[in-house]
Structure formats: structure tokens, C-alpha cells
């Protein structure tokens, strides 16, 4: 086994994505109970039925920055809706958030080749605003994982082992494990997340840790393994709230 303790879960639906069930203050408890010490509250972009108005997204600025000794990132889960990898929240949003997930969810985006699938997901990572890419693994949408891995490696954005796919999106191991691969291969960046829908998953890793663990992935490619790491990469994105961030401070 390893000892690599993961601090932040980086991807976690509130009752606000319409198909998820507890509130803020539910996931925030649980992430303190777990001993986590940030989590970013990343729920569906417009697009996807029963998901909040971009409304929601501007409004994220009420929440505290912290509770209960949890950092509260403000993110979205944005909808890729085209093969130009056009996302489903105006450039005003993005801007006011501290993370930006892009994927592909079958109601936004009908599974194409798999040339198109993959050039819609490096076009939304041009995306100077995205800073990494969901569940990758999914087999509903083929890609090659190959060009995928090594252009995030490259441009230093995140892709997801997302725990969730081993439960909810049958047949995505063996996509995760090539990814996990090619990632400890090109050195690039991981987020190891829940996609919890309800509270009780927040935190919820251990499966994606594992295959991560298993394909050589080391802690420093592992961006919730370390809440230092996961602030200097933030800083690195131009994210305002830790655009001053230095090493060693509690306030920013
Ligand atoms: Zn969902
Ligand atoms: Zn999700």
C-alpha cells in the first residue's frame, strides 16, 4: 500500500446540479469530519438538465473561504458542448471562479469518432480559463488517450482519475488505467477526485488513488496530495484568489 494522504477533493456536486443531494454545509461538515483540508464545490455547467443558471456561478462569492477548517474552491463542472470545445459558461463566469473542470456528459455532447471526441477535449483545453479535464476514462466517449495526456502535459492543466467511474461509468477502468499510465510516462498533472453527489462520498478516493498508485504516478504529479502544491498550481493558473499566494502563509 501507500501513504499518500490525499487533502482536497477537487471535483463535488451540491444539491444545485439538480441530480445531487446535499447542501454546502452537509459536504463541508463531512470534509472536516474526513480531515480534508480544501474542497471545491464544482457543479454542472448550464447545459446539463436540472443544472443551475450561470447565475449560481456568480453568486459563489457569499460562501466563506473557509469553514471548519476546509477551503472552499469555487468551480464549475463545465459542459464541452461542441467539437471546437466551446464550454457552457461565458468568460465573465470563469473568471470569478478558483477551478474549471471541462468534460463530456452525453445530454451536452453526442459521442462522436474518435478523433472528434479527442479534438473537442484539446480545443476546450486551449481554453486559457480550463484547468483540466474530467473523467477522461469514460468509454462512452473513445479518445486517444495518448495525444490527450501529452498535450495537458504540456500546457500543465489536470486530468481526473474520477473515483466515481469505477461505480457509475461502467467500463471505464481500462481507459483510467491507460491514462494513469501514459501520465506517470509524460510526467504530467492528476487530480485524484469523488464527483461525490452526496455528501457522504466527499473524500471517497481510495480506488482512483490506487490505480494511480499502481501505474507509477509519483505525489508530486498528484495535485490534491499536497494543499501547497494545489495552491502554487492555482497560482501558476492566474486564479485571483491565490494570485498572491506564497508558500508558508495563512492568509492570502
Ligand atoms: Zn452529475
Ligand atoms: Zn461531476
Redesign the pocket.
Known sequence: MNNIKLVADL?V?TIS?GHAYSTVAEIIEVAAQKGLEAVAL?D?GPAMPGAPHRYHFGHLCVLPEKEKNVEILRGV?ANIIDKDGSIDLPEYYLNLLDIV?A?LHIPCFQPATRSLNTKALLNALDNPYVDGI??PGNPEFPIDESTLVQAAAEKGKLLEI?N?SFVVRRGSRTGCQEIARLISHYHGLVALNS?A?VARDVGCNEKSLLLAVESGISPGQIINSDLHLLKEFLKKRGKKRFINYKAGETAY
Open positions: 471535483h456536486h446540479s464544482t454542472h463542472e473542470w468534460g474530467v473523467h474520477n466515481s464527483d453527489h
